[in-house]
């Protein structure tokens, strides 16, 4: 099932997700949800406060993006991103490592807002996956950047919040007039209720 994608000025989206202890059937199901909601947005990367629930989940796929490549390695051997994909990291801990490097990034929940962000060019990964199974990796490049911008939406913190002041505040009247939309529909909401 698609499911409504939550934007910028929905206080969810500054919530810190629950850890996952079971990976419930309703957990499973909200894993392919967000997948199908993830791919019909033409996204890369999807995380639970987006879709409304404040959980340490995200959903992941780079294969759409052929122009900005991915490293992996796995056990220590290199091996294919898009043979990792698609990715479902739960309770995700994070060791990024150097250098920062500035990269473009885009977020499902700021339509049409797209702005330099610098982040850690790799990261070491420790998660589970789906099936509550532990898995371990470090990735560098476009997968490295995702899986940082996914984690911090699970920690409640948005793109916005890690860029330079000179892009933010490029930016500052579209990001303004999404959080005004968005918090005009949450009242009419209320009012329906
Ligand atoms: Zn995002």
């Given at each position: 099932?698609?499911?409504?994608?939550?934007?910028?000025?929905?206080?969810?989206?500054?919530?810190?997700?629950?850890?996952?202890?079971?990976?419930t059937?309703?957990?499973q199901?909200l894993?392919?949800?967000m997948?199908?909601?993830?791919?019909?947005?033409?996204?890369?990367?999807?995380?639970?406060?987006?879709?409304?629930?404040?959980l340490?989940?995200?959903?992941l796929?780079?294969?759409?993006v052929?122009?900005?490549?991915s490293?992996?390695?796995?056990g220590?051997?290199?091996?294919?991103?898009?043979?990792f994909?698609?990715?479902?990291?739960?309770n995700?801990?994070?060791?990024?490592?150097?250098?920062?490097?500035?990269?473009?990034?885009g977020?499902?929940?700021?339509?049409?807002?797209?702005?330099?962000?610098?982040?850690?060019?790799?990261?070491?990964?420790?998660?589970?996956?789906q099936?509550?199974q532990r898995?371990?990796?470090?990735?560098g490049?476009l997968?490295?950047?995702?899986?940082?911008?996914?984690?911090?939406?699970?920690?409640?913190?948005?793109?916005?919040?890690?860029?330079?002041r000179?892009?933010?505040?490029e930016l500052?009247?579209?990001?303004?007039l999404?959080?005004?939309?968005?918090?005009a529909?949450?009242?009419?909401?209320?009012?329906?209720?």
């Amino acid at each position: 099932m698609i499911l409504e994608v939550v934007k910028f000025g929905d206080p969810v989206l500054r919530k810190k997700g629950a850890r996952i202890e079971t990976i419930t059937p309703a957990i499973q199901r909200l894993i392919a949800d967000m997948f199908e909601t993830m791919y019909a947005a033409h996204g890369i990367g999807l995380a639970a406060q987006q879709i409304g629930e404040a959980l340490q989940l995200t959903v992941l796929d780079i294969r759409a993006v052929t122009d900005r490549p991915s490293t992996l390695e796995l056990g220590g051997q290199l091996a294919d991103p898009n043979g990792f994909m698609p990715l479902v990291l739960i309770n995700p801990e994070l060791t990024p490592y150097g250098p920062i490097v500035p990269g473009p990034e885009g977020c499902l929940s700021f339509p049409e807002i797209y702005g330099d962000v610098r982040r850690m060019e790799s990261v070491a990964v420790s998660a589970l996956n789906q099936h509550g199974q532990r898995i371990e990796f470090k990735c560098g490049g476009l997968l490295a950047r995702a899986i940082q911008h996914e984690t911090d939406h699970l920690n409640g913190i948005l793109f916005i919040d890690r860029m330079d002041r000179a892009v933010k505040e490029e930016l500052q009247e579209d990001i303004d007039l999404v959080q005004a939309d968005t918090k005009a529909r949450l009242k009419l909401k209320s009012q329906r209720r």
